[in-house]
Every structure is written in C-alpha cells, then in structure tokens.
C-alpha cells in the first residue's frame, strides 16, 4: 500500500515491470558505471534491484541529453518530462526502465520534485549553462546527483531529514569528483562546469580553454579545490550513512569510498585530468569493498543541510512515507531469491578476475 498523494495515480497493485525489465536495468548500471555496479553488489536483494531501475532511468535520461543532435538537446529533455509524467500517471513508456520507474515512485511515495530536479539539471545541461561560483555549481550538482541520493534513501526505507541532508551531500561529492575527473572530457565536447570566478582568479579566459584544452598548473589547482569541497563533504556523509539500514550501509559506505579514490587518483596524477581520466584500478576496488563493512571510528558532527539540497529534503518532508512496501520485488518469492544469489555471485566472481594480478 503506498502514500496517498495527487503525484500518484490510482492503478491496481500488480508491477508494471517484468523480471526481464528488471534484468535490463541490472545491464545498464552494469555496462554504464563500474564503481556503482560494483558498490550495488553489496545491497540487500530487493532494494538492489529497486536501485537498478531507478539507475536505469537516471541513466537513460543523461544519454539521451546528451545523445541528442546539436540544438535538440532541450527537445530531449521535453520528451523526458512527458515520460516522468506518464510513470506518476501509471501509464510508463514502453521501456524497462520507464516501468521500473512507474513502480518504484509508487512503492516508495517518491515526491516528484526529485525525478524533476534530476531533469532540470539536465536542462541546464541542454542549455549549456555554465556556473559563476562554487554554490552555483553546487546546486547543478542537488539536481543531477542530489536528487539521486535522496531517491536512495527513501529505497532503502529512510525519510529522516537528517539521513536525506547527508545523502544529499554525498551525491554533490560525487558529482564534484566526477566534474574534477572529467575537465579535458567536457571541455573537448564544449562543457564547462569550473566556476568561472574561479577560472577568472587564475586568469584563465573559459572560451580559450575550452578552444585548446591544456593541462596547467592553474587547472590542476582548481581541479584540486573541486576535490577539498567533495572531500569536506565526503566526511560529513558519514553519520548519514550510519544512519541507514545496516544491511545498505556497505554499498553505500563503498560507493563513498570508490568515488573519493578517484580523487586520489586524480591527486597522484598532479591533478592533470585534462590530458588523462583517473581510474580506480580493480585491485583498490575490491580492497575499498572489504573496507565497506568497517564503519569509520569517528563521524563529524551534525550539519546543516547544504542551501542547493534543501529544497529536496523539504518536498520528502511533504509526502507521506509509505505504509508498507509491497512485497512484489519479490517476484514470486524463494525461487527467484535463489536466481538472483546465483547472479550476484556471478557478478561478484567477475570482479575478483577483473582484480585478480
């Protein structure tokens, strides 16, 4: 039985996706995204494969931005738009994704401000928007990662303020690191997401980096001021963390871990991510991964939510949570619980080859 609120629509209780949908969103997080592939090995059965669907979207939505011919970016986001709107309406698009979507938004009394704030950071994407400071960037991040993090927690069954503020942090780290490993990337596809203020204190004229993008001494110092922010934010996740179910703490705990190594990384490399795109090797995953279960022996201090993520935890506060989640992820019970070990240690084995010396 789910919340009662005019985001969702009345419809009968039986999924619209199939098990064979659930497998193609299991693919695409598995082909999109080695670290969060990875990291999902560690959740619990059912809210693994609720993470799966709701990352199939989020992944479909950013290729097909980014897919799009030039000057079809904003029509791409339009059509996205009209798709969400179908999920909450109870009639998704035909894709497995879209009906993941439809029966994870229903599931788990998802407010529609967060699927929208995904889709408007990915209209500033279309517009080629491009960030003054570092709060600026910081709220394009609430958008397309934020919005993430807290549609995890309401899936792994948290509504707290507190846990949605800290997960919120964690994806704006996340999405940090990701803008620090990817300067040369985007800039060689016309993207820039270095807040300009900052680019103008180490006289750096953007429209020129972005004509010949160079690794600098001056680059690598902004990509290393990216980096603090995230890892300030990165500590602050912790008591987030622990403050979620303890079958979900490792996964997230490692996608935490995985992402800041990238930082690292990027470190070890003299913040030169113009010229090469930091990587985090198999054998330091799979180390990261064990280290996923220990809980860190001190856990900063309570914050305040981030001003880019508030609204966010706001619109959780003003939908009501679920009654019960319905056991339909299931899929029929022990058979399929069995199907779906046999597939995780499968997976599992390919990470330990893929580690292997």
């Given at each position: 039985?789910?919340?009662?609120?005019?985001?969702?629509?009345?419809?009968?209780?039986?999924?619209?996706?199939?098990?064979?949908?659930?497998?193609?969103?299991?693919?695409?997080?598995?082909?999109?995204?080695?670290?969060?592939?990875?990291?999902?090995?560690?959740?619990?059965?059912?809210?693994?494969?609720?993470?799966?669907g709701l990352y199939a979207f989020c992944r479909h939505s950013d290729d097909a931005v980014d897919e799009a011919r030039a000057g079809t970016s904003a029509a791409a986001v339009v059509r996205l738009q009209a798709r969400l709107a179908r999920a909450y309406a109870g009639d998704p698009?035909?894709?497995?994704?879209?009906?993941?979507?439809?029966?994870?938004?229903?599931?788990?009394?998802?407010?529609?401000?967060?699927?929208?704030?995904?889709?408007?950071?990915?209209?500033?994407?279309?517009?080629?928007?491009?960030?003054?400071?570092?709060?600026?960037?910081?709220?394009?991040?609430?958008?397309?990662?934020?919005?993430?993090?807290?549609?995890?927690?309401?899936?792994?069954?948290?509504?707290?303020?507190?846990?949605?503020?800290?997960?919120?942090?964690?994806?704006?780290?996340?999405?940090l690191t990701n803008i620090a490993r990817d300067v040369g990337e985007d800039a060689r596809a016309g993207r820039l997401y270095l807040p300009l203020r900052w680019l103008a204190e180490e006289g750096i004229e953007p429209d020129a980096f972005l004509a010949k993008p160079e690794a600098?001494?001056?680059?690598?110092?902004?990509?290393?001021?990216?980096?603090?922010?995230?890892?300030?934010?990165?500590?602050?996740?912790?008591?987030?963390?622990?403050?979620?179910?303890?079958?979900?703490?490792?996964?997230?705990?490692?996608?935490?871990?995985?992402?800041?190594?990238?930082?690292?990384?990027?470190?070890?490399?003299?913040?030169?991510?113009?010229?090469?795109?930091?990587?985090?090797?198999?054998?330091?995953?799979?180390?990261?991964?064990?280290?996923?279960?220990?809980?860190?022996?001190?856990?900063?201090?309570?914050?305040?939510?981030?001003?880019?993520?508030?609204?966010?935890?706001?619109?959780?506060?003003?939908?009501?949570?679920?009654?019960?989640?319905?056991?339909?992820?299931?899929?029929?019970?022990?058979?399929?619980?069995?199907?779906?070990?046999?597939?995780?240690?499968?997976?599992?084995?390919?990470?330990?080859?893929?580690?292997?010396?």
């Amino acid at each position: 039985m789910r919340a009662s609120s005019p985001d969702f629509a009345e419809r009968p209780p039986a999924p619209f996706a199939s098990g064979r949908d659930h497998a193609a969103c299991r693919a695409a997080i598995r082909q999109g995204s080695r670290s969060f592939h990875a990291a999902s090995l560690l959740l619990p059965p059912g809210t693994r494969r609720a993470a799966y669907g709701l990352y199939a979207f989020c992944r479909h939505s950013d290729d097909a931005v980014d897919e799009a011919r030039a000057g079809t970016s904003a029509a791409a986001v339009v059509r996205l738009q009209a798709r969400l709107a179908r999920a909450y309406a109870g009639d998704p698009a035909d894709s497995p994704a879209d009906r993941a979507l439809a029966d994870i938004l229903a599931a788990y009394a998802i407010p529609r401000t967060l699927p929208e704030a995904l889709l408007d950071g990915l209209a500033w994407d279309a517009r080629g928007r491009r960030y003054e400071t570092l709060s600026d960037l910081c709220a394009y991040a609430a958008r397309v990662a934020g919005s993430v993090g807290a549609m995890m927690t309401l899936i792994m069954g948290v509504r707290d303020p507190e846990i949605l503020a800290r997960a919120c942090d964690l994806g704006v780290a996340m999405q940090l690191t990701n803008i620090a490993r990817d300067v040369g990337e985007d800039a060689r596809a016309g993207r820039l997401y270095l807040p300009l203020r900052w680019l103008a204190e180490e006289g750096i004229e953007p429209d020129a980096f972005l004509a010949k993008p160079e690794a600098s001494p001056a680059i690598g110092r902004l990509v290393a001021r990216l980096l603090d922010a995230a890892e300030l934010l990165y500590a602050r996740s912790e008591s987030g963390i622990r403050g979620l179910p303890p079958g979900c703490r490792p996964a997230i705990r490692a996608a935490r871990l995985i992402y800041a190594e990238i930082g690292r990384e990027i470190e070890r490399a003299g913040h030169d991510s113009v010229s090469r795109r930091a990587r985090v090797p198999g054998r330091r995953k799979a180390a990261l991964l064990a280290r996923a279960a220990l809980p860190r022996a001190t856990v900063p201090a309570p914050a305040p939510c981030l001003p880019e993520t508030a609204f966010l935890v706001a619109a959780v506060s003003a939908v009501p949570a679920p009654t019960a989640v319905p056991g339909w992820w299931d899929l029929g019970g022990k058979v399929v619980r069995v199907l779906d070990m046999i597939e995780i240690l499968r997976e599992r084995e390919a990470l330990a080859r893929e580690s292997a010396p």
